[in-house]
């Protein structure tokens, strides 16, 4: 049973799928609730159980490991965002694992019921297709970088991005509250030294300030062209 009130699960539902009160409800009605400590893992890698997951509050990150062990941030999931679903759709077992990063509350749907959800609203079933193709987008933006961006263009990249779209007030130019720099890292694949001495640097030019609220980039066209 969900820890989170009726009112608050309807109301991320509705905004998830972009849908009435009533397929909200049908929804909530459909779904098994979880709740995931700090550090728990949500699902693991090569998990045939193919159910769909619904964040209701906190926030997840969906993690692999590379050959060598190294640690690889694909996503990161809060409230309101799907995982699992193109593993529902596709009928193969999950490749990535999920971990709560805080205490997480979950809608599990399993794999028939989520189909049947897509069959009889078409709020549900657009709203998965539009995340998938957003994810398709997203992981071929991050393979491109890979190839094209050294390792402190994809920190300015991923700055510009977060002040642009997300973890800031959308002005282009405030990330608040700011990046954690372990987390940035995984984000761009590099190390936390090396986040920190990027942004220290940007600092010490006059290009970003800080302080224990926010990150704001003074100049992000220059940072922009510092991207290489």
Known sequence: ???VDLGTRLDVIAQAFACSAD???AIDSAAYYGRHEPQATIVW???DARSAFLV???HAQSIVYSAAGAMVLLDSYEAGDLFGEASVLG???IGDEVVAVDTVETAKFANQIFIQLMEQHGAVA????RRIAGRLSETTRRMVEMSTLSATGR???ELLRLARTGGGLADGRTIAPPPVFSALALRVQSTRETVSRTINDLERRGLVSRDAERLILVAPHR???MII
């Open 1 to 3: 049973m969900s820890g």
């Open 223 to 225: 940072i922009e062209e």
């Open 45 to 47: 890698a090569g998990d």
């Open 56 to 58: 209701i509050a906190g």
């Open 91 to 93: 009928g193969i077992a």
């Open 23 to 25: 397929v909200a409800q």
């Open 126 to 129: 657009l709203a998965v297709l």
């Open 155 to 157: 920190i300015y990249a």
